[in-house]
């Protein structure tokens, strides 16, 4: 707990110092030479300023306490102290946590120096005036309980002034400041002990906390803390809750019982050498001498923490890793205790001294800082705010304990022989916990994130008794839907169950409902108990009966409809009931049963009413026969949209591996269909199970919705390992959408994850390169832009397709496991809060290697330039490049650019491009350019009229497309009223040339929107109307549409609507 | 409260409803449960939440107003702050809170959700929503 019972730590410091964040900044001499940038010189010097003064009255009253101590009341009497700590610590910790909730953290550190300075006067007092022992063992308790707690206090309290990137830059400097002022106060403990009295030394704790109290407050009215949110929830939690979440954490994970096993050894064996060396440093020492001895150490160890800070911990970290890292210490310990034990003199005491304040400090606890980052996800903060706040005091108390039962029976030697012993053990543990370390990294990133695409068994399978108790009672509810969902989950855990409860809800219910139960029907009669399926099958023959009878196909298709039932449902009126009936007697084992039902099929797929064919394709479903799949085939070409999904659907159902001619049509029926009909044909490209079905279902599922493409993962665990080979192709094929290849991606980390280890490090290199050229393409278009709509939409492309190639390569990471959820990264980095993107840029750079981030860091950081080691192009080869490109608008917008900058000299150029595949936006974009007259208006021209209006300019180029698609031209005559007040705008206008007048008077221009309430779903408050304009007209619906597929335009139109209310924040 | 309770207390909310079993089943698990007791405070003033809150027993309210079941979607979405505390009501409030990274991987695979949340947003207003209605200058 040296460093917090808040659970933050002090970062990390030191090589990193110098932070590609600062790369930017305007370069003064302080900038180049320490990082500091320009108006930030004052705050950094108040801060060192704060934390010299904190740590110099630290070093004097532990030099003055542990002198005092040992020399009055022995080392022997030191357990007592050990266990003392515990109960002081256990009264410190909630207390400051509760003020920090209730007053924040200025006031608490400045009401703590106001204590501090009472504190060492009351102290030298006490030690002036009191007689006995209890004065030097409040002294000492209260010297070690401040040690511990000041420095969680100041790195608290600086860490809520500098965000992490800046903390690593300027940190090291605070780092030095408590450094230099442990140097002077343990050289002021050196010289003035010579003449004063031990006790006085807390008069000179209390006035550096004295003069801290200005410094502090200065820091406090000067500098704003910067907003970081999120604390006010879980950091609320009680202790119980806390213990109970990290007890659970600890019984799941071995990572966590080993993380919390190292810790209570270093601290225990800390306090072991501690106990050996201040019996050393005890021997025939007076007290002043041995406030001199500790006030040199602490002056030489505080040297030695700043060199290791400033220029040794992150470049051990970054050349031997974490894990290698962590086994310094234990190898320390065991270094110590041998001498300690063969030497037994100074010099041992000395090396211990250092284990303890230098190597611990400086090393292992920032070393600890990695560690804690491998705590698994939902109980990770309530874990490591546990471990921080209990280890040390509980490891030091057992220490106490441990010494009282074993020094006071054995000599120094036998301690030592002990704790080299017990440092051994140490080592071990420290070897499981670097052993675990990369599981629990990359299982606890891997669990953080939610990843919808996860197989129903594996979120809802496998529950405990409990959890099936309650999923069995709320079967019974008498909401539906809560019943129908708690047998679906029933099904997955426990058949019987589900069976009785399906049973029991069939009977109850309404069977108005029942036909969406049909599936639970389907699994009672695929294999019941005899007794459940008698059951059933009386349900179902009371229910058949009835007009509209539910589930009466299914049992045609289990053989539980009798003949003669079928036979005159042949005859009915009702399409559904005759394909029951066909169903039925097609399994009949008489011949003129099978017949009269083939001729019956035949005469429902005749039609000519749509319903009779529908009504045919399911009985051909019903068969079950997949040499029916090949007729259902031929329906999808059918005009009516509901044969094509019934015969979908039928696919569905009986499509086999041996149907494999069918994958082009399904392909052609998804690509064309309503979502309805796309789910459909996935499930029949799984039953199909083609490989050859994955590069195209990848090429179109950029045009898909978010569950769409769910759907299309599905297909592709449906393939397995068929599928890798597919899959490959399209994760590294550069022409393949990235939406299609994170798709792919996301398949090979569930089927064949050390493929896509392998192949992961040359694609992110890839996509890196391909980001850094598209950044430098946009600045290029964006500056020779104004003018041409072809440029506009161009440089918006590339700018977005940055953006993109960034979240690809995140979702890579995050796959891989070295990532959390790229999602929350992605908007963060984008987020316009400081400490937010500063956040996720640190997360970014300890997860992926430094070279990798030395490349990636500017692609995420706007701020940042962004190295070119190619030659740029002029603008004319990057058109002309860009006519090749695989992406269809690139290649669109580089056309017009082209037209626009060359006319009819640029032809020549297009005219081969313009017959090749996939180049029906080209094709189009310049026979309209070529054309003229309002119909020379291009897609490319809608986007970029949209690009320039409010709201509509704050979606990527993906979302505006198929808005522009939905968009047309309106050209309005001058007193024509667009809107009057009180109407509900079906369009919203983007003004494209001319002007609006409203009626306010106000004249709007070029890129204005007239009717914008249609995007607040309001109704207009005013007139509108033209003088003589030109509009882009794009109706609500299709703007509700996009929000539907894309989550960025919804957020968009959020941000819109809150503005426009003008809400705070 | 376990996570099939908290699946069942999820998924009949209009915000999540047209999930499927196993994503309603995967916010479940997601989410932490916490109690307040009455009269405490859930979120500051100042501060954007981190977390959207589900209000599954009890009440939480702003300036005396009850919040509906769900709130901190703007907050969460847009950085937006409370403008006054929110506070659990008489009888306490047990929340379950999904973390903000979960929440933007559900808007994100489920882009759906922000009807629901614009919906909201025309018909029960800002307040209702748990955000600040004070005017920019």
């Known amino acids: ?1065 | 409260m376990t996570s099939v309770e908290r699946l069942f207390a999820l998924r009949c909310l209009p915000l999540l409803d047209r999930l499927r079993d196993a994503e309603i089943g995967l916010v479940a698990r997601a989410c932490q449960v916490r109690d307040y007791g009455s009269g405490e405070q859930v979120a500051s003033a100042d501060r954007p939440l981190q977390h959207l809150h589900v209000i599954a027993e009890g009440s939480v309210e702003r300036e005396g107003a009850r919040l509906p079941r769900v709130f901190g979607e703007a907050s969460l979405l847009l950085g937006r702050v409370p403008g006054a505390p929110l506070i659990a009501g008489s009888s306490g409030a047990r929340c379950l809170l999904l973390a903000r990274g979960h929440f933007f991987t559900l808007v994100n695979e489920c882009p759906w959700l922000m009807t629901t949340v614009l919906d909201r947003l025309a018909h029960e207003g800002l307040a209702e929503m748990g955000i600040a209605m004070e005017r920019q200058p």
């Open chain 1, 1 to 1065: 707990m040296r460093n917090g019972q808040t659970g933050r730590r002090a970062p990390s410091h030191g090589a990193l110092a110098l932070s590609s964040a600062a790369a930017d900044a305007a370069p003064g001499p302080a900038s180049r030479l320490f990082g500091i940038q320009a108006g930030e010189g004052r705050k950094v010097a108040l801060f060192a300023l704060l934390a010299a003064l904190l740590q110099a009255g630290i070093a004097v009253g532990v030099s003055a306490s542990d002198a005092l101590f040992l020399t009055r009341v022995g080392v022997q009497r030191l357990p007592y102290v050990y266990l003392g700590i515990l109960l002081i610590l256990a009264l410190y910790v909630p207390s400051v946590t509760h003020l920090l909730r209730r007053i924040g953290i200025e006031r608490t550190l400045l009401l703590i120096l106001g204590v501090l300075v009472s504190g060492g006067a009351l102290l030298f007092l006490g030690l002036r005036l009191a007689s006995g022992d209890w004065i030097y063992y409040a002294a000492k308790l209260y010297a070690s309980a401040w040690y511990i707690g000041l420095y969680t206090l100041f790195w608290n309290f600086a860490d809520s002034f500098f965000d992490i990137q800046d903390g690593k830059r300027l940190f090291a400097f605070f780092s030095g400041g408590s450094a230099a002022g442990a140097l002077v106060g343990g050289a002021l403990v050196a010289v003035l002990s010579r003449t004063w009295e031990v006790g006085t030394l807390f008069l000179v704790w209390s006035a550096f906390s004295l003069m801290a109290i200005p410094v502090a407050g200065l820091i406090a009215r000067r500098y704003a803390m910067l907003a970081e949110a999120g604390e006010e929830d879980v950091a609320g939690q009680g202790m119980r809750d806390q213990l109970r979440l990290a007890a659970g954490s600890m019984h799941r994970s071995r990572y966590v019982l080993a993380l919390a096993l190292a810790l209570l050894a270093v601290f225990f064996l800390g306090s072991l050498v501690e106990y050996q060396y201040f019996e050393i440093f005890s021997r025939d020492t007076s007290e002043d001498e041995l406030a001199a001895l500790f006030g040199r150490l602490f002056a030489a160890v505080s040297a030695f923490n700043l060199l290791i800070n400033l220029f040794v911990f992150n470049r051990l970290v970054l050349a031997f890793g974490v894990r290698h890292v962590a086994m310094i210490q234990p190898a320390a310990y065991l270094a110590a205790f041998a001498l300690l034990l063969l030497h037994g003199g100074p010099v041992a005491a000395v090396f211990g001294f250092f284990a303890v304040h230098g190597i611990f400090t400086s090393i292992d606890s920032n070393n600890q800082n990695f560690l804690f980052n491998a705590l698994p996800g939902a109980a990770k903060k309530a874990t490591r705010t546990l471990l921080e706040g209990l280890a040390e005091p509980l490891a030091t108390a057992l220490a106490g304990a441990f010494l009282l039962a074993v020094a006071l029976r054995f000599g120094p030697p036998q301690v030592s022989a002990l704790g080299f012993a017990l440092a051994g053990i140490h080592l071990l543990v420290v070897l499981t916990l670097c052993a675990e370390y990369p599981r629990s990294m990359a299982s606890n990133l891997k669990q953080e994130w939610l990843d919808l695409s996860r197989p129903v068994g594996e979120v809802l399978g496998n529950l405990d008794s409990r959890a099936l108790r309650i999923v069995a009672a709320r079967a019974r509810d008498a909401d539906p839907e809560a019943a129908r969902c708690a047998i679906r989950i029933l099904w997955l855990n426990d058949r019987a169950l589900a069976e009785q409860a399906t049973l029991e809800y069939l009977e109850r219910s309404d069977p108005a409902l029942l036909s969406v139960d049909r599936s639970h029907v389907g699994e009672v009669l695929e294999g019941a108990d005899p007794v459940r399926l008698r059951r059933l099958v009386l349900w179902a023959w009371c229910e058949a009966m009835a007009p509209g009878a539910p589930c009466l196909d299914l049992l045609a298709r289990h053989g539980l409809l009798p003949a003669q039932l079928a036979t005159h449902l042949l005859r009915s009126e009702r399409p559904d009931q005759v394909a029951a009936g066909v169903v039925a007697l097609w399994r009949s084992w008489r011949p003129e049963d099978r017949s009269s039902a083939s001729a019956t099929l035949h005469r429902l797929l005749a039609g000519p009413e749509e319903a009779w064919i529908v009504a045919g394709v399911e009985a051909l479903s019903g068969l079950g026969e997949s040499t029916m799949a090949r007729h259902a085939a031929s329906l999808l070409s059918h005009p009516s949209p509901k044969v094509k999904r019934q015969a979908l659907l039928a696919l569905r159902q009986i499509a086999s591996p041996e149907s494999s001619a069918l994958v082009p049509s399904i392909l052609r029926a998804i690509r064309e269909g309503a979502d309805a009909d796309r789910y459909a044909g996935f499930q029949a490209l799984i039953g199909i199970g083609d490989p050859t079905c994955v590069p195209p279902l990848l090429a179109m599922s950029a045009h898909f919705s978010p569950p769409l493409r769910r759907g299309v993962f599905r297909v592709l665990q449906g393939l397995g390992l068929k599928g890798v080979p597919g899959t490959v192709a399209a994760l590294r094929d550069p022409g393949c959408q990235y939406l299609g290849r994170a798709i792919a991606a996301r398949s090979l980390a569930s089927i064949a994850f050390p493929q896509l280890e392998s192949l992961a490090p040359a694609l992110i290199d890839q996509e890196i390169a391909r980001a850094e050229r598209f950044h430098h393409h946009h600045r290029l278009a964006a500056a020779r832009g104004r003018g041409s709509n072809g440029l506009v939409v161009l440089g918006r492309f590339y700018r977005d397709m940055r953006h993109r190639i960034v979240d690809f390569i995140l979702e890579l990471l995050t796959l891989d496991g070295r990532l959390p959820d790229f999602e929350l990264l992605s908007a963060s980095l984008r987020s316009g809060a400081t400490k937010e993107r500063a956040n996720a840029l640190e997360t970014i750079e300890h997860s992926v290697e430094r070279a990798v981030f030395k490349r990636l860091g500017p692609l995420l950081s706007p701020a940042i330039e962004v190295p070119s080691k190619a030659p740029l192009p002029g603008l004319d080869a990057l058109l002309l490049h860009a006519l090749d490109s695989p992406f269809e608008l690139e290649a669109s917008a580089a056309a017009q650019a082209l037209l626009d900058a060359r006319g009819a000299e640029a032809l020549p150029h297009l005219r081969d491009r313009l017959l090749r595949p996939h180049a029906s936006s080209l094709r189009d974009t310049v026979l309209a350019r070529c054309g003229g007259g309002i119909d020379a208006r291009t897609h490319v021209d809608r986007m970029a009229h949209l690009a320039a209006a409010p709201f509509f300019g704050t979606l990527p180029v993906w979302d505006l497309i198929g808005l522009a698609s939905a968009g047309e031209y309106w050209s309005v005559p001058a007193g024509t009223a667009l809107f009057r007040p009180g109407d509900m705008p079906e369009r919203v206008l983007v003004m494209v040339s001319g002007g609006v007048l409203s009626g306010t008077g106000q004249r709007l221009g070029v890129g204005s929107l007239v009717g914008a309430e249609a995007l607040r779903a309001a109704a207009c408050g005013d007139w509108a109307v033209s003088e003589g304009a030109e509009l882009l007209a794009v109706p609500v619906s299709a703007i509700s549409d996009a929000v539907k597929d894309s989550a960025k335009v919804g957020m968009e139109l959020l941000r819109f609507r809150l503005e426009d209310e003008g809400v705070t924040g």
